[in-house]
């Protein structure tokens, strides 16, 4: 699978930004997928994650409350609406998936996926 990320943008802090992760190739229904980002200077660290059928997510404590990961198969796109956004969450944010055996289960680490997007850069002023 290949994947296609989009939306990055400059922002003031305290608004919103829409990511969007375009997939590629046949049975996106089967991979669980997740957002990861790297700010300037630091490790690359995980923000969102969605299970293979939607029903379950996870997201990263820094973002609790202001990050939201969805997905629309029929689509082949996983987003990653943010709000409230801060000059720490400045950063390139990845896409990625995994193949899942698993309909409810989401993956937090980064050796977890096996297919990365190209990023996308966020840049949140003060």
């Known amino acids: 699978v290949q994947l296609q990320a989009s939306g990055g943008g400059l922002v003031q802090a305290g608004g919103s930004l829409r990511l969007s992760c375009a997939a590629s190739?046949?049975?996106?229904?089967?991979?669980?997928m997740g957002w990861f980002r790297q700010a300037p200077g630091k490790e690359r660290e995980f923000v969102a994650a969605?299970?293979?059928?939607?029903?379950?997510?996870k997201n990263a404590d820094s973002v609790k409350g202001r990050f939201t990961i969805s997905r629309d198969t029929a689509m082949n796109t996983v987003w990653l609406l943010m709000n409230s956004l801060k000059p720490e969450d400045t950063a390139v944010y990845s896409c990625?998936?995994?193949?899942?055996?698993?309909?409810?289960?989401?993956?937090?680490?980064?050796?977890?996926?096996?297919?990365w997007g190209q990023g996308t850069l966020v840049t949140v002023s003060s």
């Open positions: 190739g046949r049975d996106f229904s089967n991979y669980a």
């Open positions: 990625a998936a995994t193949p899942s055996n698993y309909g409810n289960t989401w993956y937090d680490r980064e050796y977890e996926y096996d297919y």
């Open positions: 969605i299970s293979r059928n939607g029903g379950s997510r």
